[in-house]
Structures are given as C-alpha cells and as structure tokens.
C-alpha cells in the first residue's frame, strides 16, 4: 500500500533518500503503543457523539485491539509513510477497508495525535524516573546511614578544606536528587494535559468531547487552547531540563568516585562490576560507568541545547521541525533512565575504605578554621585578628604552640601564650574527629545534626 495521504494533492514518486530524510519512524517506536490508546480514545469518542456508526465502530476496535495485543506490524513503520500515524492507518485500512478505515481520522490531525502521543508516553517516563531517583535516594540514605561517625575530609577547589563525615557528603548529594525528583513532578503536572481534539490547530466543527476522551487517556484535563495545544513543546523542553540538571547532579556523583577510586584518594572500591580494564595494561580497573554516565550529562545537555534552539524561532502553529525536536527528548530520557539504577547499584555496592578518609581528614591544615574559632570562641580574639594569626603560622609551616605564638607577635603584636593557650588545647582543636563534633547546627556534619537531616530526608522520600 502506498502513501494514502499525497495521493489527493501530489503527484510522483519520492526516492528513498527523501523519504528517509522526512520520516520519524525511529522516534515513533516511543509512541507506537500510545498512538493506538489515542485512536480508540477518540474512536469512543466519535461513536459516544454519534459521529460514527455502531458497526464500523466496532470493526474498527477490534482491529485497534489486535494491533494493540499484538503490536504494529513492520509495515506499519515503513518510511514511506513518513511517520506511524500513516503507517499505523494504511495497516488499518488494509485490514478492515478504506469505507471504515477511512473513517476514524474524522475531526483529528496528526498535529493534536503526535502531541498528545508525546504527553502520554513522556508521563508514563517521568513516573519510572521518580521512581529511579527514590531507590537511588533510598540507596544514598542507607550507606550514609552507615557512615555518620566516618570522617573524611571535604573540599573546596578540591583542595582539603574542613573535615565533614561520609554520611553528611551522601546526604548532600541526595538532598540534591530530591530537588530533581520534585523538578520532574511539577514539570508533569503541565505535561498532564490532552491536546486530542485540537486537530491540525483550529480544533473541529465535529462535536467531539475533549473532556471525555481526556479522562479516557488519564489526562488531568485537555489543553485549553487548541492552537496552543499542537504548537507547544515547552512541556518537552521543561522535563527535558530537569533530566539534564538531574543527570549533572549523577555527573558530579560520578566524577566524585571516578577521584576517589584512584590511588591518590582511595577513598573508594567500586564492585568488579562497574568497572572495564585495558587491553594492554593488565593492572587496570577503570571505572568506566561512572565515566560514562559522567558524559552521559553533557548529550542531555546537548539534547536540550538541540531541543530548545529548534523551538525558538517557530511561529504559531504546528511546524514540521517539531518532528526534529521529538528525538531529543527520549535521547534524553532513556539517558536518565539507563543512568539512575546503575548509579544506585554502584553506591549501593561500593567499598569506602574509612580508614584512608580518616587518614586523609586531618591533612592540609583542614582544622585550621577550628583552631581559628576557638582563638575567638575561647580567647575573645577578633575573627580576623585569630585568621591572620593562625594563616600566618600555616605559612610557617606548623600549628604548633611556637609557631602559633610566632605567628601572633607577627602578624597582630599579641602573645597566645599570654591569652592561656596551650599545646593540649591546639591538639584537642586539631583533631578532626573535634571539628566534626562541634559542628551540631542544623545542617551540619556532627552525628546528631546528620540524625536529623536523615530522618528528614527518609520522611519526604517515603511521602514522595
Ligand atoms: N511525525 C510528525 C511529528 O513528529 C507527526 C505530525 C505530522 N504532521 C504533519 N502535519 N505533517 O511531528
């Protein structure tokens, strides 16, 4: 069968390269399966307003219903047709004839069918990656569960800045997957609406009921506009934000194991699994998952960038570079998709090795703020005054009671020894396992304040 639509108004054969060139037939195998839901939603539809009679109404679901439970046939995704809704009608008329075939694209575009294909498929996507995102928050609640006493260094410039435990650095990064669960579920709340019955944009003189084939697709309420509902893609655009920012939270996560599994950190052993080796070196254990999935950010990145310059510039209403955009969106969900369960198995698996982050959390002066505070706290020195002090004694090299005592005749005409300070008291404040302690306030590292943070974040996982 050929191409039924350009035989009333065109003429010629197209050659291959074109039609491949026109068509979205990749792209359509994501809503192939909600192409056939949106046809017998508006089939009900057309025979619940009696614009189509009984008996080819029902010749027609019933082949709607065996192509559902049996899926499209290859024929249906041919080229020439240009895309599944075509490909999708010939196979229907091929199988129950042009006189009742023909009939169920009355009052209906491709322009309202692909876009209300998109929202329910795109719905059905960002269910599964919330709940990808609340087993990987329920993964990095556990392990940090287990790690509130382990301390390790934290960094700013990735340089050793103050110490901090492994459980509150989890718990920052699941604090973040919470936030781009919550960006998905609002994004689908605007998803949820149908543009069905908006035809090509002008909507339609047959008196279809938006209201009942919305609710028959599980829409929340149909689009309000008819223009509106074929011409917007900034739902696409929403969501697809939110998986690209959620997949740079996974990238920064990867990159932070991809350091911490090498010899420098060894903060970390990630399980045989996530990792390749080389084909010449027979030492190696590259993590290269992680490495992967690190990319993985910069293509949905892309695919936004892609997907939001291919909108700008269209007018009003349906504009066939919408097609082009459809692509970029799967890309980056089954991005997401893929991405989330292995991140999760890697956290979930790994090996912390705590007595490296121990060693580790004490090293480059990191307790050099505690001493600092504690010059103010304990000896009413001014902030600035103990930050010189104390910076100019790492300058020479040693925070010991001698160099601190150096350090504060020259760099503030002052004897700490004179204030009570003591080489006991230095090294009780020097110890990170201290900095860490002191360090109870709301949001912070100390074992009680990450308690909280835990028992909160495990409350809005489980309402989530
Ligand atoms: N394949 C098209 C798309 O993805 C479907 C809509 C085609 N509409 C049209 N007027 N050619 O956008």
Redesign the pocket.
């Known amino acids: 069968r050929s191409d039924q639509i350009r035989q009333g108004r065109l003429s010629g054969e197209r050659s291959a390269n074109l039609e491949h060139f026109l068509a979205?037939m990749d792209a359509?195998r994501w809503i192939a399966e909600a192409d056939l839901l949106v046809d017998m939603a508006h089939l009900l539809g057309l025979r619940r307003q009696g614009i189509i009679d009984e008996a080819p109404a029902r010749a027609l679901m019933a082949a709607l219903l065996d192509l559902h439970d049996h899926g499209l046939p290859a024929e249906a995704f041919d080229e020439r047709f240009?895309?599944i809704?075509a490909g999708k009608e010939a196979c229907l008329i091929d199988r129950v004839g042009e006189d009742i075939g023909g009939r169920l694209h009355m009052g209906r575009?491709?322009?309202d069918e692909?876009a209300t294909c998109i929202r329910i498929r795109l719905k059905q996507e960002i269910i599964a990656l919330v709940r990808s995102l609340a087993d990987l928050r329920a993964t990095l609640l556990d392990v940090a569960a287990g790690h509130t006493e382990t301390v390790m260094p934290g960094f700013t410039h990735l340089q050793h800045a103050q110490p901090t435990t492994l459980a509150h650095y989890l718990l920052a990064y699941e604090q973040a997957f919470s936030r781009d669960a919550a960006r998905l579920r609002e994004a689908y709340a605007r998803v949820d609406a149908s543009p069905l019955g908006s035809a090509a944009f002008a909507s339609t003189g047959f008196p279809l009921d938006r209201d009942y084939t919305a609710r028959l697709l599980g829409f929340a309420r149909p689009a309000a506009n008819s223009m509106d509902a074929v011409a917007a893609r900034d739902f696409a655009l929403e969501v697809l934000s939110s998986i690209a920012i959620c997949m740079t939270t996974t990238s920064r996560l990867c990159e932070e194991l991809v350091l911490w599994s090498t010899s420098f950190f060894g903060f970390v052993q990630l399980d045989d699994a996530y990792c390749s080796s080389s084909s010449i070196m027979p030492q190696k254990k590259n993590p290269d998952v992680a490495e992967i999935m690190r990319a993985k950010a910069g293509t949905v990145a892309g695919a936004l960038t892609a997907a939001i310059t291919i909108t700008k510039g269209l007018p009003m209403s349906?504009n066939?570079d919408?097609?082009e955009l459809?692509p970029h969106l799967w890309r980056g969900v089954e991005a997401a998709r893929e991405s989330l369960p292995l991140l999760s198995g890697m956290i979930g698996t790994a090996t912390f090795n705590t007595e490296r982050m121990a060693a580790e959390a004490g090293r480059g002066f990191s307790t050099a703020t505690e001493l600092a505070d504690v010059l103010v706290r304990e000896y009413g020195l001014a902030f600035r005054t103990a930050h010189r002090i104390v910076g100019r004694a790492v300058r020479h090299g040693s925070l010991d009671l001698a160099t601190l005592e150096g350090a504060a005749r020259e760099a503030a005409g002052l004897s700490v020894v004179d204030l009570g300070v003591t080489q006991e008291r230095i090294d009780a404040v020097l110890d990170p396992r201290h900095a860490v302690a002191v360090r109870t306030i709301t949001g912070g590292p100390a074992p009680a304040a990450v308690a909280v943070q835990l028992a909160e974040q495990k409350e809005l996982l489980a309402r989530d």
């Open positions: 979205s359509d240009e895309d809704h575009s491709r322009n692909v349906y066939r919408l097609q459809t």
